[in-house]
């Protein structure tokens, strides 16, 4: 299997975040792409490349070009003009009903920006385009002729939106990707199988009919992103019937998770979808510092050979896990049980 | 002159706010009363009352049930849920087009605050519905024949909407005395001339036909709020016509400040008031360390006066204003233009 990675991921490495109004650590720290690595490379999955520079034109199908301008400037623009380096942190947000945008730097921070768990450090910026390039020639390879390709994206993607960035995220990876697959009209589902449901694609594509997300996720009455992800959320206009939430309770064991995947999984097929997008999180894991689901290593194994059951030709798109020592053991069953046609289900 | 204060306001004491993520002090101290009672009583501006406890009631009247509950309960359920003493802050904020409302703690305390100015202390409920009661309070004595009263209102109130908080306000003032002296069909006219665009006070009314908003503020494309306060905001349905927004450009001197009010009151004179809330704050102050107009002391008796020509009963509710060494001169100078019969203007 083709793994997409480029080594500019690794720069952005936010010193902390804030929370409840305190420095708190980040978990989306480098050595998570550290495990992936190692873990890729032990079990033999196959090469690692560096993805092409695709430029700007693909994500700007997905991103709101002012909040693609602000990204590429605002450390720079903090430091011009307010005199200072520390990471770009909002301070204010726009109320509901009000959203007008802002001339000056200081309310474009909350623009955009839906919380605390996005600083913009000096590489953030270089480290997400590339994250998103990974995306992209992940789609690319699928489009040569690859039937599954891993795109290991660092930072996250899958909770920005059109206009807004948050909870670790700065640019939708997956729904970059699912663009780009989409170019000629086809079909593209993205089955989302992280902890935190992924309102950034959720939004993109709401009102879309010929692209697909369904997600199985800690309930957002409970955890983070909170105020989307609910079961009742279809979609909208043309997109109506094309959006599955499917909220599961805090501490959700194995066999209930591989259930709700089952039946999921039997909503993706009708859709029909020619392309398939994964976006893969790993916070899901008995292990993990922020989820609170029961998989493990072996139970990623087999969510890959459900998913490898479709018969649709998938790219990997990675979000979150936080597990360190056991991240890039848990993406490697995953894989392996997506791709390995030696194994059956 | 009546003057309306609680000692219960003074307990509200903001250890610290959050800015670009990191601890900073609060302008809004308890200081700032201190100051202008002082003043009040050196200049014999009348007696200063306690307001009866007028419950609930009015203040539903204005806001969210819901976000009055989160109020009142915030810090105990903090305390509580994640067993901590800190101040409440939120760290998740709704994203443009996501705002369903979680069952959680932690999701809430994003869904009603818009930034991280309003943190919730052990007395910050207490002192904001003493505050709220001053407001009251004034508006009842208008009822009964005062024709100029001052609720010495803190926390201020006018950056808080119908189901939103922020920028050191958590239940709007003005707005509750509003409703208050609208309670039989009569029209009201609120005239902000706060430094910041009173975006609180805006949402509340902004299709009431029957109270009139008008504000003379710092441009919101350089200044919070930020995503409100346009010139261009106009109000809508049956309030379109009854929202005035004069946004003025960092650095406004006094002639200009005086003449865009002069203009200002010829749009509140055409709405036919039978009662005028002045939302009066004096960041608009020369040496003010938030604002950057440059009004003096003897400029707010102007202001004063030239309300006065008015002729309508009013009822001053106090904003903001952070210079504490001369604030309470300057309110003080404010009320006398506006009471004392003796002037002329």
């Not at 978990?27 to 090469?47: C, H, M, T, W, Y």
């Not at 700007?56 to 990204?71: C, F, S």
């Not at 947000?93 to 605390?116: A, L, S, V």
């Not at 913009?120 to 992940?138: F, Q, R």
């Amino acid at each position: 299997m083709l793994t997409i990675y480029s080594p500019v991921q690794r720069t952005h490495q936010p010193a902390y975040v804030v929370k409840q109004g305190e420095r708190s650590a980040s978990f989306d720290v480098p050595e998570r792409v550290d495990s992936i690595l190692a873990a890729l490379n032990k079990q033999e999955l196959g090469p690692v490349i560096a993805p092409d520079d695709a430029g700007l034109e693909p994500i700007r199908a997905v991103h709101d070009t002012g909040m693609i301008e602000y990204l590429m400037t605002a450390y720079e623009r903090q430091n011009a003009e307010a005199g200072v380096s520390t990471p770009v942190f909002p301070t204010f947000f726009p109320p509901p009903g009000q959203r007008r945008h802002p001339g000056c730097f200081e309310g474009q921070k909350g623009f955009y920006c839906t919380n605390m768990g996005v600083p913009i450090n000096e590489d953030t910026w270089k480290a997400t385009l590339a994250s998103a390039h990974c995306a992209i020639a992940g789609a690319r390879h699928m489009q040569s002729g690859e039937s599954c390709v891993y795109a290991l994206c660092r930072p996250p993607g899958h909770h920005a939106g059109p206009d807004f960035f948050g909870g670790y995220c700065y640019l939708n990876n997956a729904a970059i990707a699912a663009q780009v697959l989409r170019e000629n009209g086809e079909r593209v589902a993205i089955l989302d199988i992280d902890y935190h449901h992924g309102n950034g694609t959720q939004a993109i594509f709401y009102a879309e009919s010929g692209a697909w997300y369904g997600s199985l996720h800690i309930d957002p009455g409970t955890d983070y992103p909170f105020f989307a992800g609910y079961a009742d959320e279809v979609g909208i206009g043309a997109g109506e019937g094309t959006n599955w939430n499917v909220p599961l309770s805090p501490g959700t064991g194995q066999g209930r998770y591989l259930s709700a995947l089952k039946t999921l999984l039997v909503r993706l097929t009708a859709f029909n979808p020619q392309w398939l997008i994964v976006s893969a999180g790993f916070d899901t894991y008995i292990g993990d510092p922020i989820g609170t689901f029961q998989l493990t290593t072996a139970g990623f194994n087999k969510v890959g050979r459900r998913i490898r059951t479709l018969n649709i030709p998938t790219l990997v798109v990675q979000e979150g896990g936080y597990c360190i020592p056991d991240l890039g053991r848990n993406v490697a069953a995953f894989l392996k049980g997506l791709a390995d046609f030696k194994q059956s289900d």
